[in-house]
Nanobody, 122 residues
Framework: QVQLVESGGGSVQAGGSLRLSCTAS????????MGWFRQAPGKEREGVAR???????SYGDSVKGRFTISQDNAKNTLSLQMNSLKPEDTAMYFC????????????????WGQGTQVTVSS
């Protein structure tokens, strides 16, 4: 059974940083697609960052230059370093993993974690 557990969320002031982590069990991340999505209240879910199985990395336009995605295959962990946080980054952040990649839409068919809340105050 695949399980994805996110951690590292919390509250921070604008301009601050947070680092999210996602630990996968029952699933080897090294050869598959991994990513982060987020959803704010009243808004659609959006892709934040992803690493496709071919190693290609993509970022959502709103986070480019501020967020960095990485993975540690030895620890089977995915991370998201978030710098220069803005109030509009406030959302529930979800870790996503699975065999489907190449587009944000494809990730909808992968496995999802329960999410971790990030709140950025002005």
């Amino acid at each position: 059974q695949v399980q994805l557990v996110e951690s590292g969320g919390g509250s921070v002031q604008a301009g601050g940083s947070l680092r999210l982590s996602c630990t996968a069990s029952g699933y080897e991340i090294s050869r598959n697609c991994m990513g982060w999505f987020r959803q704010a209240p009243g808004k659609e879910r959006e892709g934040v960052a992803r690493i496709d199985s071919d190693g290609n990395i993509s970022y959502g336009d709103s986070v480019k230059g501020r967020f960095t995605i990485s993975q540690d295959n030895a620890k089977n962990t995915l991370s998201l370093q978030m710098n220069s946080l803005k109030p509009e980054d406030t959302a529930m952040y979800f870790c996503v993993a699975g065999p489907y990649g190449g587009s944000w839409r494809a990730y909808e068919s992968n496995w999802w974690g329960q999410g971790t809340q990030v709140t950025v105050s002005s």
